[in-house]
T-cell receptor
Framework: DAGVIQSPRHEVTEMGQEVTLRCKPISGHNSLFWYRQTMMRGLELLIYFNNNVPIDDSGMPEDRFSAKMPNASFSTLKIQPSEPRDSAVYFC??????????????FGQGTRLTVV | AQKVTQAQTEISVVEKEDVTLDCVYETRDTTYYLFWYKQPPSGELVFLIRRNSFDEQNEISGRYSWNFQKSTSSFNFTITASQVVDSAVYFC???????????FGQGTTLQVKP
């Protein structure tokens, strides 16, 4: 298995532009998570999906952030408009959860976003 | 509320030394899961181990071992005979309830010098 695949690996954009991050989870996994890593706040959960349905988006910082999972093999995280404080590494992770948090999450390599 | 504390921000050792990374957690759940992840300089997060709250057996995998003690809410990680390749940031994490969501500690940066 290729693991969780994220694209792009690096993104540099200007303030005010729209940014879309993409994720392909591991085949067969039914939970998908978006995390953000910054020096100040560490690793924090933004949103998670179970069976393609958003379950908890309480970590999404504000309305500029949105996430979708149109099918079991693809998810996007969109920031519109982007701001310099959105600069961070964004990780996507997936896991198989037959009935709860009993399995480990596997992470993609992350997207390093820089907003100038 | 759930919380994970890794009090050691940075640790520096010389190769072949043993090193223990501390992790203390807080949760009201009776069923929970604990994890360790490694983040090498290349940046990816690598899964190391998962432990269930009802299984307090210690685990050993090669040079890695984990000590889980519910009485002290700790899940410590020991690397025996450390190597330069062990240099990384190590994260302890707690899985919340039945969601699979991970709550991470702040991480411990381990530097192993040759």
């Amino acid at each position: 298995d290729a693991g969780v695949i994220q694209s792009p690996r690096h993104e540099v954009t200007e303030m005010g532009q729209e940014v879309t991050l993409r994720c392909k989870p591991i085949s067969g996994h039914n939970s998908l998570f978006w995390y953000r890593q910054t020096m100040m706040r560490g690793l924090e959960l933004l949103i998670y999906f179970n069976n393609n349905v958003p379950i908890d988006d309480s970590g999404m910082p504000e309305d500029r952030f949105s996430a979708k999972m149109p099918n079991a093999s693809f998810s996007t995280l969109k920031i519109q408009p982007s701001e310099p404080r959105d600069s961070a590494v964004y990780f996507c992770a997936s896991s198989f959860s037959p009935g709860g948090g009993r399995t480990e999450a596997f992470f993609g390599q992350g997207t390093r976003l820089t907003v100038v | 509320a759930q919380k994970v504390t890794q009090a050691q921000t940075e640790i520096s050792v010389v190769e072949k030394e043993d090193v223990t990374l501390d992790c203390v957690y807080e949760t009201r759940d009776t069923t929970y899961y604990l994890f360790w992840y490694k983040q090498p300089p290349s940046g990816e997060l690598v899964f190391l181990i998962r432990r269930n709250s009802f299984d307090e057996q210690n685990e050993i995998s090669g040079r890695y071992s984990w000590n889980f003690q519910k009485s002290t809410s700790s899940f410590n990680f020991t690397i025996t005979a450390s190597q330069v390749v062990d240099s990384a940031v190590y994260f302890c994490a707690l899985s919340e309830g039945n969601t699979g969501k991970l709550i991470f500690g702040q991480g411990t940066t381990l530097q192993v010098k040759p």
